[in-house]
C-alpha cells in the first residue's frame, strides 16, 4: 500500500478502516465535532472491524479542546460482583474464550455517553450511527486481513456458546475475503442505543436482554453488574520532554509505560532515526518501563504507587535513564502481553483533537456474540491472575491490567498529535518509534508509521520475548543489535505483527495532517 500524509484543514479521522474513517468526516462535514466524529468512527468500527473492537468492549480517550485543556475519559468495566476463584477451579489461568472468559462489564457505551456530554455537539446520535447502522444491515465486504484472522481463529471461536458461527461463518465456514458480512441484530441493538439512549445498555430494556444472554451462555456478568458500572474521568497521565508535553491514559491502562518510554529516550543519545542508537535506546528504555507496569499498573483503586508523582521526578528520570547501557542489551525473560484493538483519531477546525481506542482484547474476544442484541462480549477479564491477593487479582468489581492507552502530544511551537496503535504489548513500542521519528529527527508522518518497525515480545500465537524486527532496516542494524546481546528474530516484510498505527498533527495556523498503517485496512479521511 502506497501512502502519503493527507492533509486538511476542516477536518479529519484517521481509523484503521477507511468506511470508518469515511464515516467520521461525514458527520465533521454535517457540522459535528471531533467528539461526535469519534464516536461515529467507533460504531462504524464495531460493524467493520469487528474481530478487533465492539461495543462489548472497553474505551479510552484522551482529548485536547480548543482552550488547549487536555482531559480523558475511561469507559472500563470491573469484574463481575459473583466472581470467585472457585469458578475457576482446576485452571492455571482465566481461559481466553468462553462464559468465564466474558467476566467483566463492557465499558465501551459508557465512555461513548461520557465523551458526548462533555462536547457540547449539536447531532443526534441518530446520525452518529447512521453509517454503522447501514454497513450492518447492507453487509461490508471481508477484507484479507479479516479473512485470515476468522480463518485462524475459526477452529475456537465457533464452538463456544452463542451466535459467532451464525454471524461469522454463516455458510458453516470463515468467512473469505470479498464475502459479505452483515449484522443485521447488531444494526437493530444500534437502533435500539439510539431509541432508547445509551443508558439503556446498563440499565434499560437493552440491558436487560444483555443480561439474559450472558447469563443464558454462562458468563457471570449479572444485570447488577451492568446498573452499577459508570464511565470515570482520571486526569491523563502527562510528561515533558525536549519540545513537547505528552499525555496519555491513567491506570488501569498501560498509558505510564508509553510515557516513561519516551521520557527516558529524551535522556538518551541517539543522533539517526533507525539507528542502532535509536532502536536500541528505545528497546531498553521499553524493558525499564514494562519492569515498572507489570509491578505497578493495575486498578488504580488497589496501589498506592504514584505514578504521576515518577514522571514528574526528573532526578528518578535521571537515574532510570543512567542505568541504561548504551551498548549492551539488559536481559529480557519478561511474560508478554496479549490484545487486539483499534485506535482512531480525529480532529474539528475548532483545534478539538481526539486520541481514542476500545477493544474486545483478543480477536472477536470471549468468542461470546449474543444473539438478542448481536453484541461481541469482550475477554478483558482473562488478564486477570487466579491470586488471592497481589497485582491485578480476580477480585469482584476489580478493574483489569489494560493494554489500551491513546496517545495525544502538544508541541512547544503549537502542534497537536494524536496518535495511537493497536497491538497489546507492541503499543508502547509502536507509539515510541512514530512519535520519535516524526517529532526527534524530524520525518514525514506518514513515513514514521510506514517505515519497518520492532517488536520486543509477543508475537500472535506465540509466548516468545524475541526482539522482532521487520525487513527494511539498514543492514548493519540487524547485526548490531544481535552483537549487543538482543535475541534478534527477522519477520519478514511488514506484517499487523506490528500494530495498526495512526496519526493526526494539528499545526498552529489550523492545519491537519494525518497518516494510516499500511498494514491496515485504514483510511485518513480530511476535507
Known amino acids: 500500500m502506497d501512502l502519503t500524509t493527507v492533509s486538511g484543514r476542516k477536518g479529519m479521522v484517521s481509523a484503521p478502516h477507511r468506511l470508518a474513517a469515511e464515516a467520521g468526516l461525514s458527520v465533521l462535514q454535517d457540522g459535528g465535532n471531533a467528539v461526535e466524529a469519534t464516536v461515529?468512527?467507533?460504531?462504524?468500527?464495531?460493524?467493520?472491524?469487528?474481530?478487533?473492537?465492539?461495543?462489548?468492549g472497553d474505551g479510552f480517550w484522551v482529548i485536547h479542546e480548543p482552550d488547549g485543556a487536555v482531559h480523558g475519559i475511561?469507559?472500563?468495566?470491573?469484574?463481575?460482583?459473583?466472581?470467585?476463584?472457585?469458578?475457576?477451579?482446576?485452571?492455571?489461568?482465566?481461559?481466553?474464550?468462553?462464559?468465564?472468559?466474558?467476566?467483566?462489564?463492557?465499558?465501551?457505551?459508557?465512555?461513548?455517553?461520557?465523551?458526548?456530554?462533555?462536547?457540547?455537539?449539536?447531532?443526534?446520535?441518530?446520525?452518529?450511527?447512521?453509517?454503522?447502522?447501514?454497513?450492518?444491515?447492507?453487509?461490508?465486504?471481508?477484507?484479507?486481513?479479516?479473512?485470515?484472522?476468522?480463518?485462524?481463529?475459526?477452529?475456537?471461536?465457533?464452538?463456544?456458546?452463542?451466535?459467532?458461527?451464525?454471524?461469522?461463518?454463516?455458510?458453516?465456514?470463515?468467512?473469505?475475503?470479498?464475502?459479505?458480512?452483515?449484522?443485521?441484530?447488531?444494526?437493530?441493538?444500534?437502533?435500539?442505543?439510539?431509541?432508547?439512549?445509551?443508558?439503556?445498555?446498563?440499565?434499560?430494556?437493552?440491558?436487560?436482554?444483555?443480561?439474559?444472554?450472558?447469563?443464558?451462555?454462562?458468563?457471570p456478568v449479572s444485570a447488577a453488574d451492568l446498573a452499577a458500572h459508570l464511565a470515570t474521568r482520571p486526569e491523563p497521565l502527562t510528561t515533558p520532554i525536549k519540545g513537547a508535553q505528552?499525555?496519555?491514559?491513567?491506570?488501569?491502562?498501560?498509558?505510564?509505560?508509553?510515557?516513561?518510554?519516551?521520557?527516558?529516550?529524551?535522556?538518551?543519545?541517539?543522533?539517526?532515526?533507525?539507528?542502532?542508537?535509536?532502536?536500541?535506546?528505545?528497546?531498553e528504555a521499553t524493558k525499564q518501563a514494562f519492569l515498572l507496569r507489570d509491578r505497578h499498573v493495575g486498578d488504580p483503586a488497589l496501589t498506592g504507587f504514584d505514578f504521576q508523582g515518577l514522571l514528574d521526578d526528573a532526578v528518578t528520570l535521571d537515574a532510570l535513564a543512567a542505568g541504561i547501557d548504551p551498548a549492551q542489551a539488559f536481559a529480557w525473560p519478561q511474560p508478554p502481553q496479549w490484545g487486539d484493538t483499534c485506535w482512531f483519531g480525529a480532529a474539528d477546525g475548532e483545534g478539538r483533537v481526539v486520541s481514542a481506542i476500545q477493544s474486545t482484547y483478543f480477536e472477536f474476544g470471549s468468542g461470546l456474540v449474543l444473539p438478542?442484541?448481536?453484541?461481541?462480549?469482550?475477554?478483558?477479564?482473562?488478564?486477570?491472575?487466579?491470586a488471592q491477593s497481589g497485582w491485578n487479582a480476580l477480585k469482584p468489581h476489580r478493574k483489569p491490567f489494560h493494554t489500551l492507552n491513546p496517545a495525544l502530544a502538544k508541541f512547544d511551537d503549537g502542534r497537536v498529535m494524536a496518535y495511537g496503535t493497536m497491538g497489546g504489548e507492541g503499543q508502547p513500542q509502536t507509539q515510541a518509534a512514530l512519535f520519535t521519528r516524526y517529532a526527534r529527527f524530524g520525518a514525514d508522518l506518514q513515513a514514521a508509521i510506514s517505515a519497518p518497525r520492532w517488536l520486543l515480545g509477543r508475537t500472535w500465537g506465540d509466548q516468545s520475548t524475541t526482539l522482532k524486527l521487520e525487513d527494511g532496516f539498514a543492514p548493519e542494524l540487524y547485526a548490531a543489535l544481535e552483537a549487543a546481546g538482543h535475541a534478534v528474530e527477522r519477520v519478514g516484510p511488514l506484517t499487523a505483527m506490528m500494530g495498526h498505527a495512526g496519526a493526526i498533527v494539528r499545526h498552529p495556523d489550523g492545519r491537519l495532517d494525518g497518516a494510516t498503517d499500511p498494514r491496515s485496512d485504514g483510511g485518513v479521511a480530511a476535507w
Open 40 to 56: 461515529a468512527v467507533a460504531a462504524c468500527l464495531a460493524v467493520v472491524y469487528p474481530h478487533m473492537t465492539g461495543i462489548g
Open 74 to 219: 475511561h469507559g472500563c468495566g470491573g469484574a463481575a460482583g459473583a466472581i470467585s476463584l472457585e469458578m475457576y477451579a482446576g485452571l492455571a489461568t482465566v481461559p481466553f474464550r468462553g462464559p468465564l472468559a466474558a467476566n467483566t462489564v463492557a465499558g465501551t457505551i459508557s465512555g461513548w455517553a461520557a465523551a458526548l456530554a462533555s462536547a457540547g455537539g449539536s447531532l443526534p446520535l441518530e446520525r452518529l450511527v447512521r453509517d454503522a447502522i447501514a454497513l450492518a444491515e447492507a453487509g461490508v465486504a471481508v477484507t484479507a486481513g479479516q479473512a485470515a484472522i476468522a480463518a485462524a481463529k475459526g477452529p475456537e471461536l465457533r464452538v463456544q456458546p452463542g451466535a459467532y458461527a451464525a454471524t461469522f461463518e454463516p455458510d458453516g465456514q470463515p468467512l473469505r475475503e470479498g464475502d459479505v458480512l452483515r449484522q443485521p441484530v447488531l444494526a437493530q441493538t444500534l437502533r435500539r442505543l439510539c431509541a432508547e439512549g445509551l443508558e439503556s445498555f446498563y440499565t434499560g430494556a437493552l440491558a436487560a436482554d444483555i443480561a439474559a444472554d450472558l447469563a443464558l451462555l454462562g458468563s
Open 246 to 283: 505528552l499525555w496519555n491514559s491513567a491506570p488501569p491502562t498501560q498509558g505510564f509505560a508509553s510515557l516513561l518510554i519516551l521520557a527516558l529516550f529524551d535522556r538518551l543519545a541517539a543522533d539517526t532515526a533507525d539507528g542502532f542508537d535509536h532502536v536500541h535506546g528505545l528497546v
Open 372 to 386: 438478542r442484541t448481536g453484541i461481541t462480549w469482550q475477554n478483558r477479564g482473562s488478564s486477570f491472575r487466579l
